[in-house]
């Protein structure tokens, strides 16, 4: 949808006075209208780095949800500020794993004999907090870019992972690129006692995967896929690791969102894809695609937009760029000190993943 003059006027005035003191990134599932104002665009892992390789800028503004905002701040200097336009952009996948749920679940690996063997492996989706339980026990971050080398890695650490918070990534992961089985996997339900699992399974488990998911990629199906290739033939399936494993076990290709991008610009003319991602970005590669003649849909017939990702629109981001051009600091994101630490001792250790 075409942004409000008056309001895109007002971002650019407003950025043009603070010039190099702020940063703008987006992430690929930003609107449209957000997107033309971020300085730099990427995935998870790019935003991450490129967050910390921006020493000079006193503010950070970040167009994404609150853990992003979060590990910004975590890998950036202490006078830098980061901005998250609406506080309110969160990310029910992050919340599915609280502090006090995962101090539990090692309970429960200790009571079963087998937490030192455990090394855990958190998906950047998580709050500071379950970033700094990893850092702790001596574990590492992954994002969708870098799961298999973070996987690579705790294996060689330890005998067994402990991976947070979303089952999928950790499954298909562990199955697609590890050539693990179903069968080394066990699903840990915070909700339930001893996660729902045996001291049995607990012990002949390889992966333990957090029982949390995404509620966007859940909705696609094996349907969908079935579907789309019934429709379109010889049109590609490609989704993000965070689908189900069935749907990620039927699709040609599986990525990140950058690497969605990537392999687009990437396509012959004449191909067909079917894209199981945030509608926003598939919106906008199709659009920018089409002029080359290659056509991109969306991988399920009904709308699936990331709600909160969403929230972050041009009225938020103006009213953060005009704050901040006033010299107000408005909804700053500030991790307290002592999660800092042990957070970015797992995020470091992702960063340093070979
Ligand atoms: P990417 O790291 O692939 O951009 O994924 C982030 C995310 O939240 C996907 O839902
Ligand atoms: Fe979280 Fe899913 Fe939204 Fe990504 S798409 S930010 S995992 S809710």
């Given at each position: 949808?075409?942004?409000?003059p008056?309001?895109?006027e007002?971002?650019?005035?407003?950025?043009?006075?603070?010039?190099?003191?702020?940063?703008?990134?987006?992430h690929?599932?930003?609107?449209?209208?957000?997107i033309?104002?971020?300085?730099?665009?990427?995935?998870?892992?790019?935003?991450?780095?490129?967050?910390?390789?921006?020493?000079?800028?006193?503010?950070?503004?970040?167009c994404?949800?609150?853990?992003?905002?979060?590990?910004?701040?975590?890998?950036?200097?202490?006078?830098q500020?980061?901005?998250?336009?609406?506080?309110?952009?969160?990310?029910?996948?992050?919340?599915?794993?609280?502090?006090?749920?995962?101090?539990e679940?090692?309970?429960v690996?200790t009571e079963?004999?087998?937490?030192?063997?455990?090394?855990?492996?958190?998906?950047?989706?998580?709050?500071a907090?379950?970033?700094?339980f990893?850092?702790?026990?001596?574990?590492t971050?992954?994002?969708?870019?870098?799961?298999k080398?973070?996987?690579?890695?705790?294996?060689e650490q330890g005998?067994k992972?402990?991976?947070?918070?979303?089952?999928?990534?950790?499954?298909?992961?562990?199955?697609?690129?590890?050539?693990?089985?179903?069968?080394?996997?066990?699903?840990?339900?915070?909700?339930k006692?001893?996660?729902?699992?045996?001291?049995?399974?607990?012990?002949?488990?390889?992966?333990?995967?957090?029982?949390?998911?995404?509620?966007?990629?859940?909705?696609?199906?094996?349907?969908?896929?079935?579907?789309?290739?019934?429709?379109?033939?010889?049109?590609?399936?490609?989704?993000?690791p965070?689908?189900?494993?069935?749907?990620?076990?039927?699709?040609?290709?599986?990525?990140s969102?950058?690497?969605i991008i990537?392999a687009?610009?990437?396509?012959?003319?004449?191909?067909?894809?079917?894209?199981?991602?945030?509608?926003?970005?598939?919106?906008?590669?199709?659009?920018?695609?089409a002029?080359?003649g290659?056509e991109?849909v969306?991988?399920?017939?009904?709308?699936?937009?990331?709600?909160?990702?969403?929230?972050i629109?041009?009225?938020h981001?103006?009213?953060?760029?005009?704050?901040?051009?006033?010299?107000?600091?408005v909804?700053?994101?500030?991790?307290?000190?002592e999660?800092?630490?042990?957070?970015?001792l797992?995020?470091?250790?992702?960063l340093?993943?070979?």
């Amino acid at each position: 949808s075409p942004s409000d003059p008056d309001l895109v006027e007002r971002a650019r005035k407003a950025k043009e006075k603070l010039g190099d003191k702020v940063f703008v990134l987006g992430h690929h599932y930003q609107r449209d209208e957000v997107i033309q104002f971020a300085d730099v665009t990427g995935d998870s892992f790019k935003l991450a780095r490129d967050a910390a390789a921006r020493p000079e800028a006193e503010y950070i503004v970040f167009c994404g949800v609150h853990f992003m905002a979060e590990s910004a701040d975590i890998l950036t200097s202490d006078d830098q500020k980061v901005v998250l336009p609406d506080l309110a952009a969160g990310c029910s996948m992050a919340d599915m794993a609280t502090a006090e749920q995962v101090a539990e679940c090692w309970d429960v690996l200790t009571e079963a004999g087998i937490a030192e063997q455990v090394v855990p492996v958190s998906y950047m989706n998580s709050s500071a907090d379950i970033k700094a339980f990893t850092g702790k026990h001596g574990g590492t971050i992954c994002t969708s870019s870098n799961a298999k080398r973070a996987l690579d890695w705790a294996f060689e650490q330890g005998e067994k992972v402990l991976f947070l918070p979303d089952q999928h990534l950790g499954r298909n992961t562990a199955v697609r690129d590890m050539g693990m089985s179903l069968e080394d996997c066990v699903l840990y339900n915070p909700h339930k006692p001893n996660g729902g699992l045996t001291t049995e399974e607990l012990r002949a488990a390889k992966m333990i995967l957090w029982r949390g998911h995404c509620s966007v990629h859940g909705r696609f199906s094996l349907d969908s896929v079935n579907d789309v290739r019934e429709r379109i033939p010889g049109v590609n399936v490609l989704v993000h690791p965070e689908c189900r494993h069935e749907v990620v076990a039927a699709a040609d290709y599986v990525g990140s969102t950058e690497y969605i991008i990537k392999a687009l610009e990437a396509a012959p003319a004449g191909s067909k894809w079917a894209i199981g991602t945030e509608l926003n970005l598939v919106r906008r590669l199709a659009n920018r695609f089409a002029p080359e003649g290659k056509e991109i849909v969306f991988l399920d017939k009904t709308v699936c937009f990331c709600s909160t990702m969403n929230r972050i629109d041009l009225p938020h981001l103006v009213w953060a760029l005009e704050s901040l051009a006033e010299g107000n600091l408005v909804n700053r994101i500030e991790v307290d000190k002592e999660t800092e630490a042990f957070a970015k001792l797992a995020l470091e250790r992702m960063l340093a993943l070979p």
